[in-house]
């Protein structure tokens, strides 16, 4: 199952071990619970190398982002969300064939 997931992203990491790549994002969402957080809930999310390489250019610490993401398994039965690309927020260039009749 894959779904959209649109989040405030602070940063993200990509590294190599022994060519093993693998890479994490940093996001964060206002608190749910204001007795036990004070600011923003930091969550750091596993993703796919490609996820760093689709941020945008211009990427800014704490733009949102929209993800396509799906869940995985995670320690003690529980899922976690895993990052698979980014949706992307540029507008589909319309086709030089259009408009024109053959």
């Given at each position: 199952m894959q779904?959209?997931?649109?989040?405030?992203?602070?940063?993200?990491?990509?590294?190599?071990?022994?060519?093993?790549?693998?890479?994490?994002?940093?996001t964060g969402q206002p608190s749910t619970d204001?007795?036990?957080?004070?600011?923003?809930?930091?969550?750091?999310?596993?993703?796919?190398?490609?996820?760093?390489?689709?941020?945008?250019?211009?990427?800014?610490?704490?733009?949102y982002v929209e993800f396509i993401a799906t869940m995985k398994r995670a320690a003690g039965g529980k899922s976690q969300p895993y990052f698979l690309g980014v949706v992307s927020t540029r507008a589909a260039a319309p086709s030089a064939a259009q408009g024109k009749s053959a």
């Open positions: 779904f959209n997931l649109k989040t405030q992203v602070f940063g993200a990491n990509k590294m190599t071990v022994e060519r093993n790549t693998f890479c994490s994002v940093f204001p007795e036990q957080t004070k600011g923003l809930e930091v969550t750091k999310v596993s993703c796919d190398p490609v996820v760093f390489d689709q941020l945008p250019q211009d990427f800014k610490p704490g733009d």
